[in-house]
């Protein structure tokens, strides 16, 4: 039996300007751009995996949630708390210096952590943490 992961998703509140990041920036591309009942789900993935999809959704994508919900989930998501994505690269100093830039919210500068890689992290522009992850050799 094999299980992959096949799609992640990570809340944004202006798909626009979130594309303008995950594609223009990070060179992401745009699989799926789909509209229904006033929200908007965007699909995006690496060229180099095919098979893997992040979907680019509401902070809350359920048409029957209540306003209240709707404004806790935003309120969240402009705290920078809900969970973003860990990419993994090539070349973790390149991509930071890619993404800075291209004017990202550093949170972390490239650095060499204890458990094998060497990573840095942004926030999108939703404010969700991004890692990009370069394994160390030995």
Do not use: H
């Not at 799609?7 to 594609?23: E, S």
């Not at 490239?110 to 840095?120: A, I, K, L, N, T």
Request: charged share 30%; aromatic share 8%; hydrophobic share 40%.
């Amino acid at each position: 039996m094999e299980i992959k992961l096949s799609q992640c998703f990570i809340a944004v509140d202006d798909p626009d300007k979130a594309l303008a990041f995950y594609r223009d920036v990070l060179g992401l591309e745009v699989r799926n751009d789909v509209a229904f009942e006033g929200m908007r789900w965007v699909t995006i993935g690496s060229p180099a995996q095919p098979d893997v999809e992040i979907v680019l959704e509401p902070p809350l994508a359920d048409p029957d949630a209540s306003p209240a919900d709707r404004q806790a989930m935003s309120e969240l998501l402009a705290k920078g708390v809900l969970r973003g994505v860990i990419f993994s690269t090539d070349d973790c100093d390149a991509t930071f210096e890619r993404i800075r830039a291209a004017g990202g919210e550093v949170l972390q500068e490239p650095v060499d952590q204890p458990y094998g890689v060497r990573d840095c992290a942004f926030r999108d522009p939703a404010g969700n943490m991004l890692r990009f992850a370069q394994p160390r050799t030995p």
